[in-house]
């Protein structure tokens, strides 16, 4: 059934937007060890793996005092090497949670020590990762733009000032990237171990 659902949503994308997916992201960003062994070993017609990696929540318990701003690979049973598409690793993408959250639960928090959230002040929060992470990945439902943060808030206007505010924070320094492009420029630099 999980195959089948994969198969579907592959072909609905490859419909509409004329792409193959090459990252899986489970409802809810649902993860485990488990998982990511079953994503990775998923087959295209060709024979070839059909995923890169793996998008999911950067649990603070599971990482430690690691930080959720760089690739991972989930670790790999005895015997068994997890790779990715290519002779990359599988790797694992975690959401930065707490600017997710900034964004998707607390931008119109009149209450918020940090409201309003103007671009430029989120894009100096993104800069901050520059040394200590290669990677800011925000995740949010689309529900989050018009039903949680309604027009009113100004979240359209965050969401279309944001790009420049982020090149212009750090000229040269900053970038954004799809998940693809993150996986295939950054190796992962640990296991994340989540047996549930």
């Known amino acids: ?27 809810e960003l649902i ?15 060709k024979g070839e793996r059909r995923f890169k990696g793996i998008i999911c929540e950067g649990a603070d318990r599971i ?13 790999a049973p005895a015997g068994h090497e997890l790779q990715g598409r290519g002779k990359r690793p599988f790797g694992v993408l975690l959401k930065n949670y707490r600017l997710s959250d900034d964004i998707a639960f607390r931008f119109s928090n009149r209450g918020w020590a940090e409201w309003p959230l103007s671009a430029e002040k989120f894009a ?10 290669f990677l800011c990945n925000l995740f949010m439902d689309y529900e989050t733009f018009g039903e949680h943060q309604w027009a009113d808030t100004g ?5 279309e ?6 090149f ?10 799809t998940p693809s492009e993150a996986l295939d420029q950054f190796d992962p630099v640990g296991e994340y171990d989540a047996p549930q």
Request: charge should be negative; charged fraction near 20%; avoid cysteine.
């Open 155 to 159: 979240i359209f206007q965050f969401l």
């Open 63 to 75: 990482l430690g005092y690691r930080s959720p701003n760089y690739v991972y690979r989930p670790p």
């Open 1 to 27: 059934e999980f195959t089948e659902q994969v198969n579907m949503h592959t072909r609905k994308i490859q419909e509409l937007f004329g792409q193959t997916p090459k990252v899986f992201r489970n409802t």
């Open 168 to 177: 212009d924070v750090n000229p040269g320094h900053n970038h954004f990237n």
């Open 124 to 133: 100096g929060w993104v800069n901050q990762i520059n040394g200590d992470g």
């Open 161 to 166: 000032a944001l790009p420049a505010a982020v």
């Open 31 to 45: 993860y485990s060890n488990d998982v990511a062994r079953y994503v990775s070993e998923l087959r295209d017609d």
